[in-house]
């Protein structure tokens, strides 16, 4: 009896002892899920670059959350995407939007003339980003453009600017991707989706990762035809199909895309809208505004050439 009786008092503490360790440990992992949760976008509207680690969280209308820190904490789901961070301010005047034109951002290497005006120096691309941080700009995702030129509202307190990115190069992931990240950007970049894979364009899996880390991934077409010259059947089943390969694959729901080449017809835009594109880009140089037509949007062509002073002084708006 005596013996059962202490042992049912040992069984007691051990039990104690159990539930103790069990208790700091559901501590624990909850202080490291807390740390560990704010992530790259939520730091997007503080400018703050020390996550080594970006993590997935909800933005906008995408789809719930499916990582494993995820399921871990219900409260993932619920972290501030920087949306929440933002207060948008109605305008009088009709909203003007900067949306810059970049594609490949990498050194240029011997053989590579020819294309010599698509290909930005990284180290100019990363005093771009600095000199736009530093007055003061946000950059917004394809959703928050749709809402400034449709509700005509601005960031309270920022300037805006969309960051587009054509044709889906193996760059974009390399060496544009971690800076934007260090500058606390958001970008888009426009999949020729035919290529996606390739050795020298980006891969689903790279696009996946970014998708979750402040990148948006919208259409390009599957081809990269000059639409504005192309059979109007075979002009839907580029946009039709491209859209469908990003939606299916992204979970997404691809509302913009830019005319490859810059080229497009009244009948282009026409059939962009019934393929349900909300938003479409063009080469047309000047700052971005509905008047123009969302699917007629101008873009600034990004030159190598393009100092960080003159970026600025291009898009500055009155
Ligand atoms: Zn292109």
Redesign the pocket.
């Known amino acids: 009896m005596a013996t059962a009786h202490r042992k049912g008092k040992k069984n007691k503490k051990e039990l104690l002892l159990l539930m103790l360790t069990l208790l700091m440990l559901v501590a624990l992992v909850i202080g490291v899920i807390y740390t560990q949760s704010e992530s790259y976008l939520a730091n997007l509207g503080h400018q703050t670059t020390h996550k080594q680690q970006p993590k997935k969280v909800a933005n906008n209308s995408e789809v719930p959350v499916t990582t494993e820190a995820a399921t871990l904490s219900s409260t993932e789901e619920q972290d501030p995407a920087p949306t929440t961070d933002i207060v948008w301010e109605k305008q009088e005047k009709p909203v003007q939007l900067p949306i810059l034109m970049y ?1 490949a951002i990498h050194v240029i290497a011997p053989g590579e003339e020819g294309n010599a005006n698509l290909i930005v120096d990284p180290t100019t691309f990363e005093s771009h980003l600095q000199a736009l941080q530093q007055a003061g700009y946000y950059a917004v995702s394809p959703e928050e453009a749709y809402k400034m030129l449709t509700e005509n509202v601005v960031p309270k307190d920022k300037k805006a600017v969309w960051l587009t990115f ?2 889906s190069l193996w760059d974009f992931y390399d060496i544009a991707y971690p800076l934007l990240k260090k500058y606390g950007m958001k970008a888009t970049n ?1 999949v ?1 989706t035919g290529t996606v894979g390739h050795e020298a364009n980006l891969s689903l899996d790279e696009m996946k990762e970014m998708k979750e880390n402040g990148i948006s991934l919208q259409g ?1 077409t599957v081809t ?1 035809p000059a639409l504005g010259n192309t059979d109007p059947v075979l002009q839907n089943t580029e946009l039709a199909d491209s859209k469908s390969y990003l939606d299916s694959n992204l979970d997404q729901d691809t509302i913009s895309f ?1 005319y ?2 810059g080229s497009y017809t009244e009948e282009t835009i026409a059939i962009a809208e019934r393929n349900n594109f909300k938003m479409a880009l063009t080469t047309n140089e000047g700052i971005a505004s509905a008047a123009d037509g969302l699917l007629s949007l101008n873009r600034v062509r990004v030159l190598p050439s393009m100092t960080a002073e003159l970026l600025l002084q291009t898009i500055t708006t009155p």
């Open positions: 594609h054509d044709d426009n020729i390009h990269h830019a490859p080449s």
